[in-house]
């Protein structure tokens, strides 16, 4: 076989066999396929699509890359959430122990930020000593006495995807449907949980821009995790603007636990608990509404915030910060974004305030780069608000007040102000099972 032949085949519209994917995805795992070829499969992907057919088996053949958790020995039902990516997504934070209060295990693998998305492992270490790295004994044994553990995917898991995803991101390939579900969901399956709920996003900061493309992508990813056994669900949510207020990471963190207090915002609030409800109820506690409601007792009672604080301690994380949040060490500067004209907020570019926070150095713009956990941008007004000129919409904390500029005039730009106020848009566009 050579993968000049299956680079044509694909570039040609035609469909690739379950041998030529595997070969493929081989060929990446042991370094034989070169990046300028991988690269041009995944363009060929990019313009050509792939059938169902073929992304499930390029799914399984990305889960059996690498190494897989050895779920047996988690006792009780696992069940995970994933997102397709957002910006100020903090809802892992959130909802984790929420499910974990109730008696579900979480046992989370989760990423780094992707371009102008955060990733949660990059959120938790901006929690002082949180270890993201377990050895999976560690890891299994912290699911199985507090319910809950969160770490980052280890090098062993699904290494064809790491490869594919670094080469992805800098040849413009990201926002590909078979490429992104065979992705996500080739790592999902090597995790291995019972139960999985996706969080489809949608929107301008998102990787799917419409709700359409946002469901087919949803469908898709449903009916790869049932094909391998999996209890899946997938909720279709509104990323035309950041969830919360917070964008970047330990901003982001005392966000999720202002939340966790019932405090939160109420867009965060309602799809993190919309999400648990989901989840826990895939893994058999309830309908849908009982679960939610159970969700939401969680937070009222403090059991919510009290597993999170368990699962920081246990890996090493000053808990001390989850209870007093306003300890977290601070940017050295901030800057206020005035409104240039009295109005609606309209419409917010929500891509363009994840790259706006992104350049303050809450984010990376090569994979080497270091994150400064303190940077990020709190929204004063976000969409359909009302602003006057000169009032504050946001403000951004950077410990390089060089970096403000550029971030201003980003978010600005991606900001439309209007005299009319937008349509309401829903936080849940829809439910795929
Ligand atoms: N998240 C992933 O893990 N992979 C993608 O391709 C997109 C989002």
């Given at each position: ?22 070969f493929?995805?081989h ?5 034989s396929?070169?990046d ?30 690498g ?28 909802v ?6 109730l ?23 901006a929690i002082?000593?949180f ?50 579900a ?21 929107g ?7 709700v ?7 469908r898709l ?16 949510t ?16 005392i ?8 405090r939160?915002?109420?867009?965060l ?9 989901h989840?826990?109820?895939l ?10 409601a ?6 009222q ?18 808990a ?22 009295s109005?609606?907020?309209a419409s ?5 305030y994840?790259?706006?926070s992104?350049?303050l150095g ?43 500029a ?23 566009y829809?439910?795929?099972?």
């Amino acid at each position: 076989m050579r993968m000049y032949d299956i680079i044509k085949k694909k570039r040609d519209g035609e469909e690739l066999s379950t041998e030529e994917i595997d070969f493929f995805v081989h060929g990446v795992t042991d370094g034989s396929i070169p990046d300028y070829q991988i690269s041009a499969l995944c363009m060929a992907i990019y313009f050509q699509g792939m059938t169902v057919r073929e992304t499930c088996d390029f799914t399984y053949a990305v889960r059996d890359s690498g190494e897989k958790l050895d779920a047996s020995k988690i006792q009780g039902i696992r069940v995970d959430k994933h997102s397709t990516g957002g910006v100020g997504d903090k809802t892992s934070l959130v909802v984790a122990p929420i499910v974990a209060a109730l008696g579900i295990k979480v046992a989370k693998m989760s990423g780094r930020g992707l371009g102008h998305t955060g990733g949660t492992v990059d959120k938790l270490e901006a929690i002082k000593g949180f270890e993201t790295t377990l050895c999976d004994e560690k890891f299994v044994a912290q699911v199985n006495s507090i319910g809950l553990a969160i770490v980052g995917q280890s090098k062993q898991f699904a290494p064809a995807d790491k490869k594919l995803y670094a080469l992805r991101d800098v040849t413009a390939t990201v926002d590909s449907m078979p490429l992104i579900a065979a992705s996500i969901m080739g790592k999902k399956l090597a995790a291995d949980d019972d139960c999985i709920v996706l969080d489809v996003k949608t929107g301008s900061g998102s990787f799917m821009k419409t709700v359409e493309k946002s469901k087919e992508l949803a469908r898709l990813m449903v009916d790869i995790g049932k094909n391998a056994g999996k209890k899946m669900t997938a909720l279709i949510t509104n990323m035309d603007r950041p969830l919360g207020r917070a964008i970047g990471n330990s901003l982001e963190v005392i966000e999720a636990v202002e939340t966790l207090n019932g405090r939160g915002p109420e867009d965060l609030t309602d799809v993190s608990l919309t999400l648990a409800g989901h989840m826990l109820s895939l893994a058999g506690k309830g309908t849908v509404e009982e679960c939610i409601a159970m969700a939401r007792e969680t937070i009222q009672s403090g059991a919510a915030l009290q597993k999170f604080v368990e699962t920081v301690r246990a890996q090493g994380g000053d808990a001390s910060l989850i209870e007093h949040p306003e300890t977290f060490e601070k940017a050295k500067y901030s800057y206020a974004v005035t409104a240039p004209r009295s109005g609606y907020i309209a419409s917010a570019d929500t891509e363009s305030y994840g790259v706006a926070s992104l350049l303050l150095g809450a984010g990376r713009n090569t994979a080497e780069d270091e994150i400064d956990y303190a940077a990020g941008i709190l929204l004063t007004k976000k969409t359909g608000d009302y602003v006057q000129k000169g009032e504050e919409i946001a403000t951004l904390f950077a410990n390089d007040e060089s970096l403000f500029a550029a971030s201003a005039e980003k978010l600005l730009a991606a900001t439309e102000i209007s005299v009319e106020p937008p349509q309401d848009e829903p936080l849940i566009y829809g439910i795929v099972k």
